[in-house]
């Protein structure tokens, strides 16, 4: 039994379904393309399935990844990829499979392309600002203040587009859609209309996780 990476793109329509329903989708899809995959043992046998930082709701993601296992030794991940394209629906594109390399805990950080109709024009200097402290649901659901600032990697404007690069992982998470709640509220900006697309996941030393 081995352990392979699955990379593939979550677009179009699929953005709307949740990360709960991706699992079932993922099952499903597992089943039909008849993949030798690992069950978990116990009463409720499933599929083996670990995915590097579930997306949000509403989100498209164009570097998404699922770990599964494989029993048979000499099923290939070329054949892999090749029993997922020939399962796959309209706006789940597989592009990649590969064995296992780091450790999950391994992400530190994830991009997203966030794009407005119009960019407003104070967001780079919000984002230039010492600290931005909000209000954070934590892990236990309680709000708690955090400082946003520490979390932002790195940014870059082109355009309309906001290309935000945020910490991510096992040990902290940070939404775009908070950095936005707080721009908003902070500089009595009109709310607008924007839509996310994570683009990459990366190490802690911030290269591509693969």
Request: proline residues 3%; hydrophobic residues 40%.
């Amino acid at each position: 039994m081995r352990t392979v990476r699955v990379f593939y793109k979550k677009m179009g329509r699929m953005k709307f379904v949740s990360h709960l329903d991706m699992n079932r989708f993922m099952s499903r899809l597992i089943t039909r393309a008849k993949i030798p995959v690992w069950y978990t043992e116990g009463f409720n046998q499933h599929i083996y399935m670990n995915f590097a930082v579930p997306l949000s709701l509403g989100y498209e993601g164009l570097y998404e990844i699922l770990e599964i296992r494989l029993v048979d030794e000499n099923y290939s991940c070329d054949d892999c990829l090749k029993a997922l394209k020939s399962a796959a629906t309209p706006d789940i594109e597989f592009f990649a499979v590969k064995e296992a390399g780091l450790n999950m805990k391994e992400i530190g950080f994830a991009e997203f392309v966030l794009s407005f109709e119009t960019l407003p024009q104070n967001i780079e200097e919000f984002l230039n600002r010492d600290s931005i402290i909000c209000l954070k649901k934590g892990k236990k659901g309680k709000m708690k203040e955090v400082d946003l600032i520490p979390k932002i990697r790195s940014y870059k404007i082109d355009g309309n587009d906001l290309t935000l690069c945020l910490v991510a992982g096992t040990e902290d998470n940070l939404n775009p859609s908070l950095v936005m709640s707080a721009f908003f509220e902070q500089t009595n900006v009109e709310p607008q209309f924007y839509s996310v697309t994570r683009t990459a996941i990366l190490t802690k030393s911030g290269e591509l996780f693969e």
